[in-house]
Nanobody, 123 residues
Framework: VQLQASGGGLVQPGGSLRLSCTAS????????IGWFRQVPGKGREGVSC????????YYADSVKGRFTISKDNAKNTVYLQMNSLKPEDTAVYYC?????????????????WGQGTQVTVSS
């Protein structure tokens, strides 16, 4: 099973980006899907999560009110809309999941990861 993450780039502070996470060989809606980010020298940090089925959403305090996670089941894709971006949002962003992953639980290493997409917020 594979995930493909895309949509990163260079944006000025206050700008917006939309990340996409698309699955091949499995149906995303059967899993809780998380977005994580990582900066050099630090561990992977959970940013947001969307639950299988009902689509309940979870956000880290640092992104609440600025980021929105959503899914399009017809496209088998989960999105992360990032608004009001700050320099401290600069990181490599990954989507991830596995059969035991649940939104709202402590971060841990997952079995399936997308390849990562770089987000740089700088003037």
């Amino acid at each position: 099973v594979q995930l493909q993450a895309s949509g990163g780039g260079l944006v000025q502070p206050g700008g917006s980006l939309r990340l996409s996470c698309t699955a091949s060989e499995f149906t995303l809606d059967y899993y809780d899907i998380g977005w994580f980010r990582q900066v050099p020298g630090k561990g992977r940090e959970g940013v947001s999560c969307i639950k299988r089925g009902d689509g309940s959403t979870y956000y880290a305090d640092s992104v609440k009110g600025r980021f929105t996670i959503s899914k399009d089941n017809a496209k088998n894709t989960v999105y992360l809309q990032m608004n009001s971006l700050k320099p401290e949002d600069t990181a490599v962003y990954y989507c991830g999941t596995d059969v035991a992953y649940r939104c709202g639980k402590p971060d841990r290493w997952l079995e399936v990861w997308g390849q990562g997409t770089q987000v740089t917020v700088s003037s």
